[in-house]
C-alpha cells in the first residue's frame, strides 16, 4: 500500500470516527430502539459545570441501623418523572438538559431488611466530591438525588460515596431494558406485559423479581428489581410487588 493510500485509510477512518463522536455528543431525532434496550442513557455527556447539592442532614430519630438483608433496584422512568416533577430546580439536569433524553435512570440502590424497617441514615455523611458526583451523573442525572441516595441509603451499606456508587453503577449496567417506545404504543398495557418485556430482556431474570410502580391514571413511575445479599436477582416479598399483573399501565413515551 502506498503512501497516499495509507494517508486515505487514515481519512477515511477519522471522518467515521467523527461521525461516531457526533452522534454520541448531539443525538437528535428518533433514538433506535436497539439501542435503547442497550442502555437508556446511551447518548448522556455529563456537564463538567454544575450546581453542587445540600448536604442533608438526618434527625435522630431518622436514624435505622438494622441489619441488612436483601437490596432493591430502584429504576425511574424519567418522562413521568418530569412530567409532574420538571419545573423543580434539582430536576433541570434530568428533564430540562440538551445533554441526554433520559429514559430510566437509578433513582437509587436501596439496602432492606426482613422487618418492616429498612435501614436508613446510618452514619453521618458529607458532601459528595465534584468529580465523584460527574462519574454518575448519567445513571442518576440529578447532584442532589445523589447526595440523598448516599446519606439515606448508601452510608448503611458501603464507607465511602465511591464504593456505594461503584455498586449502584454495577447493578445498573446489568439491566438491560426493553423496547420501551413498543411498550408506549400498546393501548391495553399491562403490569404483566411490563413484568414479561423485562423477563424476555435478561435471561435469568423472573416475574416475581419485577416490582411495577405506577401512579395515578396509571402511568409507570418506577420498575424495581429485588436483589439478595450478594446482589443476586431474587423474588420480592409478597407486599412489594406493586401492580398486580392484571393492571393497566400507561406509559409516556421519551421526548
Known sequence: MGRF????????????????????????????????????????????????????????????????????????????????????????MQCGSELARFGFVLHGLWPETDGRDWPQYCAPTRAIARDTLRVHLCMTPSPQLLQHEWARHGSCMAATPEAYFDEAERQYGRVHFPDMTALSANETLTAGDVRRAFVAANPGL?????????GRGGWLDEVRLCLDRRFAWAACPVGERGASDGARIRVTARR
Not at 467515521?16 to 431525532?29: I, R
Not at 448522556?44 to 442533608?56: G, H, K, L, N
Not at 423472573?206 to 405506577?214: G, L, T
Open 5 to 92: 493510500d495509507v494517508r486515505l485509510l487514515s481519512l477515511a477512518f477519522g471522518v467515521v470516527v467523527g461521525a461516531a463522536t457526533l452522534l454520541y455528543l448531539a443525538p437528535h431525532g428518533p433514538v433506535p430502539a436497539e439501542i435503547q434496550a442497550a442502555q437508556q442513557a446511551q447518548y448522556c455527556v455529563a456537564p463538567t459545570d454544575f450546581v453542587m447539592p445540600r448536604v442533608e442532614r438526618a434527625n435522630p430519630d431518622q436514624v435505622r441501623r438494622t441489619a441488612v438483608t436483601r437490596y432493591t433496584l430502584a429504576l425511574s422512568w424519567s418522562p413521568t418523572f418530569c412530567a409532574a416533577h420538571g419545573d423543580d430546580a434539582d430536576n433541570a
Open 206 to 214: 423472573e416475574r416475581p423479581m419485577i416490582s411495577v410502580q405506577s
